[in-house]
Nanobody, 115 residues
Framework: VQLQASGGGLVQAGGSLRLSCAASGSGFSIYNMYWYRQAPGTERELVAAISIGGSTNYADSVKGRFTISRDNAKKTMYLHMNSLKPEDTAVYYC??????????WGQGTQVTVSS
């Protein structure tokens, strides 16, 4: 599967953005999907995950503000980000896994939150 992330941009603190991750190829519905982010000088961190069955998990820092979702018919995953903070500034990456050994990454999309 190939992944294409989009939707990043510059937003003021308190604002909202929606990131999209479009997949090409077949079998999108059988992949567990993830959003990661990486700020300058930091390690990449898991932001949110959504399983094949639709179960979701979030990093504590984004709980209540971010929502991950997927549309299998459109082969697209989303990250709705509300109440954005300057500390959410990072490059956001989408990823997919299939079983224990197959992982795929999309290119990043920059999110910048100004104070």
């Amino acid at each position: 599967v190939q992944l294409q992330a989009s939707g990043g941009g510059l937003v003021q603190a308190g604002g909202s953005l929606r990131l999209s991750c479009a997949a090409s190829g077949s079998g999108f519905s059988i992949y567990n999907m993830y959003w990661y982010r990486q700020a300058p000088g930091t390690e990449r961190e898991l932001v949110a995950a959504i399983s094949i069955g639709g179960s979701t998990n979030y990093a504590d820092s984004v709980k209540g503000r971010f929502t991950i979702s997927r549309d299998n018919a459109k082969k697209t995953m989303y990250l709705h980000m509300n109440s954005l903070k300057p500390e959410d500034t990072a490059v956001y990456y989408c990823a997919a896994t299939l079983g224990p050994s197959r992982q795929y990454w999309g290119q990043g999309t920059q999110v910048t939150v100004s104070s």
